[in-house]
C-alpha cells in the first residue's frame, strides 16, 4: 500500500535540520527507509510564505500569496512511501525528526 506522509510543524518553532543532532537523526531516518525499499518519493518545501493559493468563486480566479491555511503549523515536506500496512507506515511516520515538534500526516494513495 502506499502512503503519503504530509509533514508539517510551526515554522516559527522548527529546529534547523541541517546540521546537529536533527540532521543526524533525518539521515539516519532516510537511511532506514533506503534499507526498506519503501522510499518513493520525499521533497522538503520553500516556506509557507512563498505559497500561492488558487480559489476559483463564481468564475473568478482568486490567488492570494501565502498559506492559505490560518494555522501556525504549515505543510514542510512530504514523503511518498510503500508498505504492508498502516501499522508499518505508523512506525515510518513516528521516526521522521518532524514528529518531534510537528507531526506527520499519513494518507492511504488512491
Known sequence: MRYLLLISADEEREPDIADGDGRRRF???MADLERRGVLRAHEGLHPSRTATTVRVRDGDVLRTDGPFMETKDQIGGFAVIE?????????IAAGHPAARFGQVEIRPLR
Not at 508498505?83 to 512506525?91: I, N, Q, R, S, W
Open 27 to 29: 539521515d539516519a531516518w
Open 83 to 91: 508498505c504492508a500496512d498502516l501499522d508499518e507506515a505508523v512506525e
